[in-house]
């Protein structure tokens, strides 16, 4: 059967939508500290206190302006912009934040893929609102970030991962592009060939002595000369470039919180009433850790009120919870701090996260006791 040429399939039957926070950590900093939004602002530490060594983590926008860029050096970053405000990364609070806005996306999918502290995957194909359009989610997610954390992000819509990665870095900040199955090509033969995963600094002067300067021009080569000239990327590109990639979300199965909430028909109007709530709440959060067979040190209460607003507060503890008398003790100390019941309360939810296995104890160790002889 040989000279017989197979078409390419291409699968356009999933929704999959790429969420990047918008300069994540220098957006923490500023949420945290509004006057810093009002400078260029770089996440490393200040060169004159290093000797000149260390690199950008990110940088705002206004910092951006004048050419700084993460992975850049401190050092260059300071020569680019002298006035800038050079802070120190807080990498504990970056990954606590990161951590609320995968809860958010836990409410919508169970199909997550973490890319990195500020941006992951999500397949919405099937989503736990049953909503048809991935667009619609993708739009919720972004008001429940900026509503719950006070973050911005930008998201992509597409069929598959690439795509909805390429979507997402198109309009930042605050972005929201969808590429459809019938766009898909149209879009890919527009880009600069260094917008394409995978084609880095050395492979763009290849492409370029080859005559590939855009999507429309990789378009136009054949699968054998990419793979010879390009190998298994070659391989890759010829396919992304018609818009087909085919690599699933990978979910990691690692629970990272277990959690319980309840909506109400007919709102909460008593201290009782959420009191109640909350003890039944921390009973089942205690049976599903016992099934996981984890516990953890970080306890949220999330509490929607009749107009929808939606408060989350959380505590972490210097030890272990996984009982329902600890949960719910801790539970309602938090609600003790929210309060609001002249609202009407809507729904209540109980988390537990910065989970363990129930093997990891706090063990403290007798090192300075005087053995016995």
């Known amino acids: 059967m040989a000279g017989l040429v197979f078409p390419l399939k291409n699968d356009t039957s999933r929704k999959i939508i790429h969420i990047d926070m918008d300069a994540f950590f220098a957006s923490v ?7 810093l939004a009002r400078h260029p602002l770089v996440i490393a530490r200040h060169p004159s206190d290093t000797g000149g060594k260390g690199v950008v983590t990110t940088a705002n926008y206004k910092a951006r302006q004048f050419g700084i860029h993460s992975a850049m050096s401190a050092q260059k970053a300071y020569e680019l912009c002298p006035e800038a405000i050079f802070k120190p990364g807080d990498h504990e609070k970056y990954r606590r934040v ?8 836990a409410r919508y999918t169970d199909m997550i893929e973490p890319v990195s502290i500020d941006e992951a995957y999500l397949d919405v194909t099937k989503n736990k609102l049953a909503h048809l359009s991935a667009i619609k989610v993708a739009r919720m997610i972004q008001q429940d970030i900026w509503h719950e954390v006070k973050l911005t992000c930008s998201a992509g819509v597409s069929y598959n991962k690439f795509l909805a990665k390429l979507a997402s870095d198109y309009q930042k900040p605050r972005g929201l592009t969808v590429i459809t199955p019938e766009e898909a090509v149209a879009f890919l033969k527009a880009l600069p060939i260094e917008k394409f995963h995978g084609v880095g600094k050395k492979t763009v002067p290849k492409m370029n002595e080859l005559g590939i300067f855009t999507g429309a021009e990789l378009y136009e080569q054949s699968e054998m000369t990419l793979i010879q000239e390009f190998g298994k990327m070659g391989y890759s590109l010829y396919r992304k470039v018609r818009g087909i990639h085919d690599a699933p979300v990978k979910v990691s199965r690692e629970r990272k919180s277990v959690g319980k909430e309840h909506t109400y028909g007919k709102p909460l109007t008593t201290e009782e009433e959420v009191l109640t709530q909350l003890r039944q709440l921390a009973e089942k959060v205690e049976g599903a ?3 996981v067979q984890r516990h953890g040190k970080t306890v949220v209460v999330k509490i929607r009120y009749a107009d929808y607003t939606t408060v989350t ?3 972490t503890l ?8 600890e949960l719910f003790f801790q539970a309602k ?3 003790e701090e929210i309060g609001g019941i002249e609202k009407g309360i809507r729904l209540v939810g109980v988390t537990l996260t910065n989970l363990d296995p129930i093997a990891y104890e706090n063990i403290i160790l007798p090192l300075f006791e005087e053995r016995s002889n």
């Open 318 to 325: 210097p030890y272990y919870v996984r009982t329902k008398e």
């Open 333 to 335: 100390q938090i609600w």
């Open 29 to 35: 900093e500023e949420r945290d500290d509004p006057e």
């Open 313 to 315: 507060r959380r505590a």
């Open 289 to 291: 850790l016992r099934r």
């Open 98 to 105: 990161s951590s609320q806005v995968r809860e958010i996306f």
